[in-house]
């Protein structure tokens, strides 16, 4: 299977953690859509997947800032130039706030059919910290508005480990949440990353941040929530009711091909991962004088494609065996020390066809990942 993404660089006003590529200069959108259906036209000519496309997804920045009109078009320019399969997946984010009912009606006769909502927190001053634009009762809003319209597949991301957040209101987003019964929840922990405000806070000693027990207990506490409430997670962050995983996440994890459209968007055709400009103004001079914005690509090596596989596969729902060994001609289950206290700690669990983690094993997944990777690239070489 194969996805498409579409990244729109452009927010109301930026978050103080976000480092994703976004402007506020909403000027430049309608540049912008026509600009990207020029890229989708020029690459459709030599760049298709090896197989139909199941999911088209909208991220960004905020999606749901361009008005309806700008994303049929941008929809009816895939229609027309690459074979997207009747049934295919297609997600909006949005922002809280920015959709109307008019809005949903005209996403739903476009054929959108998952929206992904940024709520984030139902905590006012959690919200105000991050530098939301919404408030809580603007998050409930669009939710149950989304639904009054018909949409039955609906994430909403939340986030944890909020340095002036604790346990108890964090329970209460997630009580909020599951009010709501959304058919997906990608929850993720807060991340500093550099060069954003709130990193600079940080360094400047400004905020605390949880240290790496709390954030630990944080995470165990939504992964037990969650579970108790019949959500199946099949990722480190991902969560969904049953039938609703996102088929274009699992495209990712395992391996499946996929197009990126618009600045600093990445693609993976073939043997190949590239990646286009970042900057909205590169891109729209490039496509303007009708060049491709690719910036850079790569061909990926053996090894590169078996880190991806092991990183990806084992944050998700495990590392398929019988694939594996197809690929990189050995099973991934190892007679060796390590693998025997993982499984005697509950850290991985082993099945016919599956290497896992355990929920103990989520919480230090990276740990795990760069020591299963050292025993992989032994093997490797042994093999040479
Ligand atoms: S709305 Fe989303 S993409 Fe935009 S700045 Fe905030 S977190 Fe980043």
């Not at 399969?85 to 739903?108: F, H, R, W």
């Not at 600093?264 to 909205?280: D, P």
Request: hydrophobic share 35%; with cysteine; net charge negative.
């Amino acid at each position: 299977m194969s996805g498409i993404y579409i990244h729109i660089p452009f927010c109301e006003r930026k978050c103080n953690y976000c480092d994703f590529y976004s402007i506020e200069n909403k000027s430049l959108i309608p540049q912008f859509v026509d600009k990207l259906c020029r890229e989708i036209e020029l690459r459709s000519k030599n760049e298709a997947p090896n197989s139909s496309i199941q999911s088209i997804f909208f991220g960004g920045g905020t999606p749901s800032i361009l008005e309806t009109y700008h994303l049929e078009r941008i929809l009816n320019s895939l229609y027309r130039t690459y074979p997207i399969q009747n049934n295919t997946e297609i997600t909006v984010e949005c922002n809280p706030g920015t959709l109307s009912k008019k809005d949903m009606k005209a996403y739903q006769s476009m054929g959108i059919n998952r929206l992904s909502l940024g709520i984030q927190s139902f905590n006012d001053a959690e919200l105000k910290f991050l530098q939301r634009i919404h408030s809580s009762v603007e998050a409930v809003d669009s939710y149950l508005m989304a639904r009054d319209c018909g949409f039955d597949n609906i994430n909403i991301d939340l986030m944890f480990s909020l340095p002036i957040q604790d346990l108890k209101s964090w329970e209460f987003t997630l009580t909020k949440a599951l009010e709501l019964k959304p058919d997906h929840i990608s929850a993720y922990s807060l991340i500093y990353e550099p060069d954003t405000p709130l990193y600079r806070a940080l360094k400047d000693g400004k905020i605390v941040p949880h240290s790496v027990d709390s954030d630990s207990e944080f995470f165990l506490y939504t992964m037990n929530y969650l579970e108790d409430n019949h959500y199946i997670q099949y990722e480190v962050s991902n969560y969904s009711c049953h039938g609703k995983k996102c088929i274009h996440n699992l495209n990712y994890w395992y391996g499946g091909e996929y197009i990126g459209f618009g600045p600093s968007a990445h693609s993976y055709i073939g043997n190949k991962r590239s990646w286009n400009v970042r900057n909205i103004r590169n891109y729209i001079d490039l496509l303007t004088k009708k060049s491709l914005a690719t910036e850079g690509s790569e061909e990926l090596s053996f090894k590169d494609k078996l880190y991806e596989s092991v990183s990806l596969q084992l944050r998700a729902e495990g590392i398929l065996r019988e694939e594996f060994c197809r690929r990189f001609g050995f099973d991934p289950v190892l007679e060796d020390l390590f693998f025997d206290n993982l499984k005697e700690n509950n850290l991985i669990g082993v099945s016919s066809n599956k290497l896992f983690l355990t929920k103990k094993g989520y919480l230090i997944c990276d740990e795990i990942t760069v020591k299963l990777l050292e025993l992989y690239e032994i093997q490797i070489d042994c093999r040479k």
